[in-house]
């Protein structure tokens, strides 16, 4: 079967544009995740869906990220007027309930690079 | 606050030796403990997971881990290094499921043929 699918692999933009990113999570995980990983860095939690709604958008950096999943599936996360320290892969993930017994499952993530 | 740290940012070691990668959390309650493996593009897979159960974990590929609780260790392991092994590997910490997966900064492991 199919993984989580992430579009576009790579993208990139000017500063101050708008860009956006999809994820395709796997058929039937209620739960998404999308997360943020830097250069030499670990992933870093950006938002938690449930269903449609967002579990926890704690971890978004500011009002420039947005993320929507209005059907419980396809989600799509959204960055307004690019900065440059926005450059960074954003991965997408999904499980059947909560993270914390449950396994994610990664997509190949979406590289950013704002210039 | 929950939180994990490698204590290697890079370990090498020749094919065939023992491989041991080095992981501590910080949590207040009792957590659940994951190992992920992320390969050049590719992406994260996991390898392992401790939810409090038996604390010596056996994943995929032949690692293993071992919750300790009294060093707020979740080290990984494995007896012998393959070429395939080289990845980056991050430790990760969960509360509970309705808080995030929280990752270390990762450990590159080389493996010397």
Redesign the interface.
């Known amino acids: 079967g199919a993984?989580?699918s992430q579009t576009p692999s790579n993208k990139v933009t000017e500063k101050g544009k708008y860009v956006e990113l999809r994820c395709d999570p796997i058929s039937g995980h209620t739960a998404l995740?999308w997360?943020r990983q830097s250069l030499?860095?670990?992933?870093?939690?950006l938002i938690?869906f449930q269903g449609t709604g967002a579990?926890?958008d704690s971890?978004l950096p500011n009002d420039r990220f947005f993320a929507v999943r209005p059907e419980g599936s396809v989600s799509t996360l959204k960055i307004q007027r690019t900065e440059r320290g926005d450059s960074a892969v954003y991965?997408c993930?999904s499980t059947y309930?909560?993270?914390?017994?449950?396994?994610?499952?990664?997509?190949?993530?979406s590289r950013l690079t704002v210039l | 606050a929950q939180s994990v740290t490698q204590l290697d940012s890079h370990v090498s070691v020749s094919e065939g030796t023992p491989v041991l990668l080095r992981c501590n959390y910080s949590s207040s309650y009792s957590p659940?403990l994951f190992w992920y493996v992320q390969h050049p593009?590719?992406?994260?897979?996991?390898l392992l997971?401790y939810?409090s159960a038996a604390t010596l974990v056996k994943g995929i590929n032949g690692f293993e881990a071992e919750f300790k609780k009294s060093e707020t260790s979740f080290h990984l392991t494995k007896p012998s290094a393959h070429m395939s092994d080289a990845a980056e590997y991050?430790c990760v910490v969960?509360?509970?499921?309705?808080?995030?997966?929280?990752?270390?900064?990762?450990t590159r492991l080389s493996v010397i043929a």
């Open positions: 993984g989580v995740y997360y030499g860095q670990g992933p870093e939690f938690y579990a926890d971890g991965l993930a309930g909560g993270g914390r017994t449950g396994e994610l499952f990664f997509g190949e993530g | 659940s593009n590719k992406g994260l897979q996991l997971k939810t991050f969960s509360l509970s499921g309705n808080t995030p997966l929280v990752f270390g900064k990762g």
